[in-house]
């Protein structure tokens, strides 16, 4: 995105507004410019400054990396939907410093903010956008299976913190070994909607393929060769990272800042 100068409402509302520490808004569109955007709307994110409550859309992180939210993100850039970052520093979390901690329904992040309305839990926050906007599929059947693969996207998720977090490398050869049998099961679900050329199921993107997407970034980034027998799996990601505005959102400033694995970098 081409910096330009804070024009004077913008400084206006940094003079009378100061920002807590512990939570930093980050008053930015975290998808690239995309022509099929409208460009005012571009420009009303950038300008608007701290959106009113009943407008604002935005989402709760720790600055730690992409994280739980990621999925989150990929859907709000992938359709056309501006958000702010409301980052709250890793150091105040931990020390509970602030009211987000004790705020938070379970005590943790992310947050997700729709105008009024605030929730927690990321496969919570992702069938929320998915039946808001459409992507949680065309019958009760196929929101089923939606449901049901996105089930099986958190336990490879699960699996994926647990080694990131808990275990160490020496595992590594062990967790791969059965990484590649939980990507023949996506792998398997792909080949039977349309031969692997669509997406997870029926003809439509849904919230189980950006949290898909992210589980499988993730992953790439442990072991970039993971993919490599399984092809569908390996073309489904290219095709989705091709979208315009996945691709827009991923070389963006804002998600250039957030590692994938901050642990391991
Ligand atoms: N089931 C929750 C898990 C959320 C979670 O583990 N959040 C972590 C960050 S990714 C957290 O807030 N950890 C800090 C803490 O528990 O104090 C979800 O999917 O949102």
Request: charged share 25%; net charge positive; aromatic share 8%.
């Amino acid at each position: 995105m081409v910096p330009r100068p804070p024009l004077q409402q913008e400084k206006n509302n940094a003079k009378s507004m100061p920002v807590p520490a512990q939570l930093q808004q980050l008053k930015i569109a975290n998808q690239g410019p995309h022509p099929a955007q409208p460009a005012v709307q571009q420009q009303q994110q950038l300008t608007s400054g701290p959106a009113q409550k009943k407008d604002k859309t935005s989402v709760t992180t720790t600055s730690a990396g992409t994280g739980r939210a990621e999925p989150v993100r990929l859907l709000l850039s992938d359709q056309g939907i501006c958000w702010t970052e409301d980052e709250v520093q890793k150091e105040d979390w931990v020390a509970g410093k602030g009211d987000q901690k004790k705020n938070a329904v379970f005590g943790q992040l992310p947050r997700f903010q729709d105008g009024d309305f605030v929730v927690y839990q990321s496969n919570t926050i992702l069938r929320y956008l998915g039946r808001k906007h459409g992507l949680s599929g065309s019958n009760e059947q196929e929101s089923t299976i939606i449901e049901m693969i996105n089930d099986g996207v958190e336990d490879l998720r699960q699996k994926y913190y647990i080694f990131l977090f808990l275990q160490n490398e020496e595992n590594k050869e062990k967790y791969l070994q059965d990484l590649n049998t939980q990507l023949g099961y996506f792998e398997r679900i792909l080949s039977k909607n349309s031969n692997g050329s669509k997406f997870l199921v029926g003809d439509k993107v849904s919230y189980a393929d950006y949290n898909l997407l992210d589980t499988l970034q993730c992953h790439l980034d442990l072991a970039p060769t993971c993919l490599s027998s399984h092809l569908l799996l390996s073309g489904y990601v290219e095709r989705i990272l091709n979208r315009p505005k996945v691709d827009a959102y991923l070389k963006s400033d804002g998600r250039k800042r957030r590692p994938i694995t901050p642990k391991h970098k």
